[in-house]
């Protein structure tokens, strides 16, 4: 049973900088996409991020393109969320996700694997 662990979160100020990690156990995700969603309060988890374990496509929400990097160590295992110029709206506890697609367009109840989340909170 594949396991996700985050870790990464904190506060920031607006404009400043939070890298994110997820690491997998228990089971092989070098053939599955890997990525992220998050979920600010009373909201829907929202869609952030995710990389193919294919060829490395990125793909990534309109609100957090030029600002957010994902990104894949080379065993495959483990995965990152470099956030720049974050903005109080970035606020959110951000999960780790790992399934053999996520995209955009993917309904996050039926992704298979989650992490349990890490806070991020942007202050001004």
């Known amino acids: 049973q594949v396991q996700l662990k985050e870790s990464g979160g904190g506060l920031a100020q607006a404009g400043g900088s939070l890298r994110l990690s997820c690491a997998a156990s228990?089971?092989?995700?070098?053939?599955?996409?890997m990525g992220w969603f998050r979920q600010g309060p009373g909201e829907e988890r929202e869609f952030v991020a995710s990389?193919?374990?294919?060829?490395?496509?990125?793909y990534y929400r309109d609100s957090v393109k030029g600002r957010f990097t994902i990104s894949r160590n080379s065993a495959g295992n483990t995965t990152y969320l470099q956030m720049n110029n974050l903005k109080p709206e970035d606020t959110s506890v951000y999960y780790c996700?790992?399934?053999?697609?996520?995209?955009?367009?993917?309904?996050?109840?039926?992704?298979?694997?989650w992490g349990q989340g890490t806070q991020v909170t942007v202050s001004l």
């Open positions: 228990g089971g092989t995700v070098n053939n599955y996409y």
């Open positions: 990389i193919s374990w294919r060829d490395g496509s990125t």
């Open positions: 996700v790992a399934d053999r697609v996520v995209l955009p367009g993917n309904f996050w109840r039926l992704l298979d694997y």
